[in-house]
DNA sequence: CTGAAAGCGCTAACAC
DNA sequence: GTGTTAGCGCTTTCAG
């Protein structure tokens, strides 16, 4: 390994002012700038990066946390908050909690303020406490995902409206003429100052009041998804859908479940649009390319997460490693909205049949 | 933030003596343990992974190198590299190179044997001379997927025999009764030393012996898949159908366009299995979830990410950090071949329908 | 068993 | 413009 020394030595002159040169600090002369970076290109030196954590107090990368990286949409928020942590020279390390209190626990306590500058989280729900004191302790953090704009989680973040989400997605339902309708809700958290609905609260809630206020429309039933999972989506749409055969659309509150519960409607010989509609909400990848693809509401995940890793550095610079320790400026934590999500149509819902319609494919049935 | 000497004080003790109890390193009175770990918590002192990073020469990550982490396929290897990561206290640090050679490089020469230990590779075509110049500078390097047993890389790499994955989904489609098929072979890399089929060539081979080793079927046709997606091997799949109706059943070198081969079926109207049958390579989630579900060639990945993670720390033990610089052990590179890869038949197979029911089938397109 | 001292490779004041 | 001098926080011989 060449280190700075070593360049120093061979270009005839000190660390510093290699150092120098290399990050166009200090006025350095042309001449030996030229005899420096030759002897760089020479010893083919590179920077020691962990050595420059040390000496600058601040490490080159962000910590993400996700709940799993198996979960398709976590990829597409990884991939975004990479390129956007790139362009200042960060790197990505990703912290796979598998919603596993320990598992969040044990990467904070040793990555952050350590080995990364800062930390991203999309699942704070299991590791409220602990961000709270990385916070504190002066390690910037954001939440990328925060479900509810209303309600400001006491830690910087970035928000997306997803109880306008859930209500978009009602909207459409209602526009096509669905009067009787299911709807799956995920839940995963049990963490108390969530709604009963854990973290799909906001989802639900939005979906619920815009399908209600159309005085002649009816949520028939509300299951829970156990998973968020095109499996949990499956199961829970069975369910349903044999415990109430006379909706005529399901709502996902998420894209994956909803598209479990398109499988189970071909499994149980509906077939979708035609004799049920199914909803979303995210618009990963898959939901584009399912057949039939998925009708849903996007949110903007790309801007989510360009949106936090800008936030992430504005901490950093708002509290320089001077500070570190303080707990900072003690004002409300800043929060970042994301444009507004918006309903994604495609070949997933369709207006429901008409009486005898719905008579002659339910006798199709099983 | 609170240092090592900040609990030394406290405990009335040196830094080396509380380095020594935080480690269990040099024999330390069981009092004076105490009172170090009392120090410890009560500061709530976390040791500074970069400051260790440095003392050590060793730093806490490994570097995963993928084209893109948002091919449903690396976050697969990606949790279970992580996993196997953790074991021995690295973190993972992802690095999207979305095929491209200049993101490659970049990633390499700043992060290798400075921020990481080690560099995990699924993906080396493009960067193939930077692994190398890697590689002997001191820093472990380990291909991760290669696909050829038989013709190493000249770096460590696990390996899967992707050959043999090809000769299964043959012999499957030739144990179902089908003589006339064609195949989606994809193609993404034009490095020189590789077969005209780019990455996929193993997997083509394979099929390609196999299924020619029994007389009386042949490949119909062979189509490039432009990307290693669903899209991709929906293209390729509707011009290979559209010139050659007559195949009966689709053998696709990854999951990917193995699903979108089904997807063009759909929209050609043909049904899955019944008028085609789709066979992919990988078993990756999807391909249980999709409906029907992918008959798929299901490939060790689990294992492989273990096996490449663990021969990453062999190296890495072999080669310690004295000895960086040289070229270390002069030998032929350690080369692990995981399991073998096993055929997992699901829905998208069946028997070729037999002539008139084809006939009939045949009216039913466009 | 514990302390003292040197140094990992780099940066950052400040002097010359 | 360039060199000098201190560290960053931790590990690690080697003495005591």
Known sequence: MTTLNEVAAHAGVTPATVSNVLRNRGRVGAATRERVLHAVKELGYRPHLAARALAEGRAPTFALMVSSIANPFYPEFTLAAE?????????????????????????????AGTLSEGVLVTNAELVFDDLRAIAERGTPVVLCMWERPDDPPGLPCVAVDFRLAGALAA??????????????????????????????????????ERFNAAGNARIVAEFICEADTIRGG???A???????????????????????????????????????????????????????????????????ARMA???????????PRASRGNPGNTGTPPMRVTSAPVMVPRASTAPPRTQDQRTRSSLRRR
């Open 234 to 236: 499956y199961d829970a």
């Open 171 to 208: 909207q459409h339902l209602l526009d096509l003429g669905h009067t009787r309708v299911g709807a799956l809700v995920g839940s995963k958290s049990s963490h108390d100052d969530l709604s009963p609905f854990g973290i799909h609260g906001a989802r639900r809630d939005g979906f619920v």
């Open 309 to 319: 890793v800008d936030l992430l550095r504005e901490l950093i610079d708002r509290a």
């Open 83 to 111: 390129r956007a942590a790139r362009t200042s020279g960060h790197f990505l390390i990703v912290c796979n909690t598998n919603d596993d209190q320990e598992t969040g626990r044990a990467y904070l306590e040793q990555i």
């Open 238 to 304: 069975r369910q349903l859908l044999k415990a109430h055969p006379d909706v005529t659309a399901l709502y996902a509150t998420n894209d994956l479940p909803a598209l479990g519960a398109m499988h189970a409607a071909a499994d149980m010989g509906l077939s979708v649009p035609d004799d049920l509609s199914v909803v979303g909400i995210t618009d990963i990848q898959l939901a584009r390319e399912s057949r039939p693809a998925l009708s849903t509401v996007a949110v903007p995940t790309e801007e989510a």
